[in-house]
């Protein structure tokens, strides 16, 4: 494992032997457990929430909600949130008391060093997470983390790293790519994968035209809390558009293909968003290329137009699917997917699975997944910044980070003084490849 001060350079483990060991196995995560307990088994879960906004607060209902499913005790004992208003909801929404409702940058370290958590929440902005698994791994906590799980390589690398790490300890991680968790999805893609459809020749994947994207207007007494408190906008916290929301259905085609892409190339625009301060795009139209060629046609945008649709599709030599539940093969036979999961809600069900993989003591590690799938969607969206071709190897290796240092060094000095003294690094150049913009700080 690499020392705290360290990005790793390299995955700790290669592609193929990761998804031998574990891709299918998480896909089958949920169906494959058992359904009763025993009574000594159920240890309490003892949950911090990290990032106490719309999902925090979501997370961790479906997080109570879940324990009920399984059968065992669990609380919100702590939560944590850059700004005290936000961090106080754990008061209101989860009784949790004042003195463990803690805010500022190093918020995380507080609210896993309270004793006995042994299960944290990461809803914070994607441009912070690396560092907050990191430490909450180290920590020895099992970890829910929503996606995506980075926003440039650097970050990426620490997630990969900290994965493995996860795994030497025996913790167990699950992911907010919450289609892996709900059942019309996981019946189909198994057919998929049992060659229902035969060889795959291609995939698209949408979320198009989703509508414009919040603002929360200019409130903030220096320019980073500003930015922070409208993260989507700024490449270095949210990934962009096509990281922050189009991984969902990136991460349904890498799933299918069971490996993720080695090249992209696209475009895209910053039509919509008008003078809203920020400066990310709000359309991509981009397209992978699998390992043997298949390719997968993406497309998404956040604005207004007159269709939508957030969906995936796959072409076989013996028919199409909708990945998310149904198949149709040639000759005109349609088969539909029938799996009933505990939970009816992909939301609840990723906590339900996960609890029961430490209850358990059964392999569940969605790391390597989402960060593949997160690492996706960057490669093409520096594809489509660049307007040449992006490798795999070129966007995991690359040196470029996006967000302050600190960030990328170790999350224990993110205890430094007030996170207000920073200076914002953007704009950023969007030529990320070739052209690294200087980031500063105070
Ligand atoms: N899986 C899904 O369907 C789904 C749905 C919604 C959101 N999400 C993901 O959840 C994450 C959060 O989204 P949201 O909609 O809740 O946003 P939000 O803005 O409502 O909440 C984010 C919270 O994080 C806090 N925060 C910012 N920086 C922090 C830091 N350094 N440390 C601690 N707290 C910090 C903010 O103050 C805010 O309260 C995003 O990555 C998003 O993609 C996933």
């Known amino acids: 494992m690499n020392n705290n001060n360290t990005i790793p350079s390299k995955p700790a483990v290669s592609r193929r032997d990761f998804l031998k060991s574990t891709s299918l196995a998480v896909g089958a995560a949920a169906v494959s457990f058992p359904a009763v307990l025993s009574a000594q088994d159920k240890q309490p879960m003892n949950a911090v929430i990290i990032g106490m906004g719309g999902r925090g ?7 109570l909600d879940a324990c009920k ?13 850059i700004f005290p208003e936000q961090a106080a909801r754990g008061k209101q929404n989860f009784q949790v008391p004042e003195e463990r409702c803690f805010s500022g940058f190093d918020c995380h370290m507080k609210a896993l060093a309270v004793p006995g958590v042994n299960y944290a929440i990461i809803a914070t902005p994607p441009g912070f997470k690396p560092p907050q698994f990191k430490a909450a791994v180290e920590a020895g906590k099992h970890v829910f983390i929503e996606k995506p799980v980075s926003v440039d390589g650097p970050g990426s690398r620490i997630m990969y790293a900290a994965g493995e ?3 030497q300890k025996g913790l167990k991680v699950a992911a907010g790519t919450q289609r892996r968790h709900q059942a019309g999805y996981i019946d189909t893609i198994k057919h998929i994968q049992d060659g229902m459809i035969g060889d795959i020749v291609s995939l698209r994947a949408y979320w198009v035209n989703g509508g414009p994207i919040w603002h929360r207007g200019d409130n903030g007494a220096t320019a980073i809390e500003k930015q922070i408190r409208n993260w989507y906008h700024f490449i270095w916290l949210s990934g962009d558009h096509i990281c922050e929301q189009h991984v969902h259905n990136i991460d349904v085609c890498n799933w299918v293909m069971n490996d993720h892409p080695v090249k992209a190339w696209g475009m895209g625009a910053r039509q919509q968003l008008g003078s809203k301060p920020g400066e990310i795009w709000d359309n991509f139209a981009v397209e992978f290329e699998y390992p043997g060629g298949v390719r997968m046609a993406s497309y998404c ?11 995936e599709f796959v072409v076989g030599t013996k028919g199409t699917s909708n990945p998310g539940g ?15 999961l505990e939970s009816g809600d992909a939301y609840v069900q990723e906590h339900v699975d996960l609890i029961k993989a430490i209850l358990n003591n059964t392999e569940l590690n969605e790391t390597k997944n989402v960060t593949d799938s997160t690492l996706t969607a960057i490669m093409g969206r520096e594809a489509a910044y660049s307007g040449g071709a992006v490798e795999w190897d070129a966007i995991l290796e690359s040196p470029f980070q996006y967000g302050p240092e600190l960030l990328y060094t170790d999350a224990a000095k993110m205890q430094y003084g007030d996170f207000r003294t920073l200076v914002p690094p953007m704009p950023s150049k969007h030529d990320v490849l070739k052209n690294p913009p200087v980031v500063q700080t105070a």
């Open 69 to 81: 499913i399984v059968g065992v005790e669990g609380k919100i004992v702590a939560t944590a949130d």
């Open 57 to 63: 607060g979501g997370a961790g209902k479906n997080f």
């Open 301 to 311: 945008g956040q604005v207004k137009r007159s269709w939508s649709s957030v969906s």
């Open 326 to 340: 149904s198949i149709s093969v040639k000759g005109g036979d349609r088969w539909r997917a029938s799996l009933k």
């Open 165 to 167: 790490l996860a795994k």
